[in-house]
């Protein structure tokens, strides 16, 4: 039951991170008929990006929460561990200071760079396809992590769904970007998601808008 159990997790997490490599597929198809690389396109091309992954992206999120709850008896969205308070201080405090340092690096928080900057629905989409990706990236992490402490029986703090996500986002952000160092940067961030997980009491309800508030603030 146990190794039924910990495959499902382990199903469930390459489910999440198929959603996402969803996106690739779309790309590939959308600069075949735009004839461009996505760094070219407009913003109506990215709008219309947009559209079409951002279902796709709740879709898979909600099945995947659903099969967590129905074959593992697993939500996500509740705490699977007891942080201490100064773990759950630095939870919270450490994924601020990186937001505010990165939005003083950037010239301000990225959401806030391009509110001014672009019309409404550009804003809106954008967010949404933002909060949608670090929901999968969550899910990952989560049933990675679950995964792992079931195989071994204790919980602890390494951030195991961090570098799955590491592996698999990074491994996604080459292929799509073709940058090794965005790439790094990429898996240097998910290990720092894996931490804020763990810090958070394995929470996803709380560590999901703090991974949401990093991402956004580099725009």
């Known amino acids: 039951m146990l190794f039924k159990k910990n495959v499902g997790f382990i199903l469930l997490a390459l489910l999440a ?20 690389d996505i760094a070219q396109w407009s ?7 947009w559209q079409i992954i951002i279902p796709v992206w709740l879709i898979v999120s909600v099945v995947v929460i659903l099969l967590s709850k129905i074959l593992c008896s697993f939500n996500v969205f509740e705490p699977h ?3 201490s308070g100064w773990q759950l201080i630095l939870g919270i405090v450490l994924p601020v200071i990186f937001a505010v340092v990165v939005s003083i690096i950037g010239g301000g928080p990225g959401f806030v760079r391009t509110f001014k900057a672009a019309s409404l629905t550009f804003f809106t989409l954008q967010n949404i ?15 990675s992590q679950q995964a792992i402490t079931d195989s071994s029986g204790k919980r602890n703090m390494f951030p195991w769904g961090g570098l799955v996500l590491g592996l698999t986002w990074g491994l996604g952000h080459y292929i799509t970007k ?7 940067i990429a898996f240097v961030i998910a290990i720092f998601f894996g931490l804020i997980f763990n810090l958070t009491g394995m929470d996803l309800k709380k560590a999901w808008p703090l991974m949401y508030l990093v991402f956004a603030c580099f725009g």
């Open 178 to 184: 073709g940058d090794v160092s965005i790439a790094l």
């Open 81 to 83: 561990s007891t942080p």
């Open 43 to 49: 913003v109506s091309q990215l709008i219309q990006h």
């Open 17 to 36: 991170f198929l959603g996402l490599c969803a996106e690739f597929v779309l790309m590939l198809i959308e600069q075949h008929v735009n004839g461009m």
């Open 129 to 143: 396809y933002y909060l949608l990706e670090m929901l999968l990236s969550g899910l990952i992490i989560s049933l």
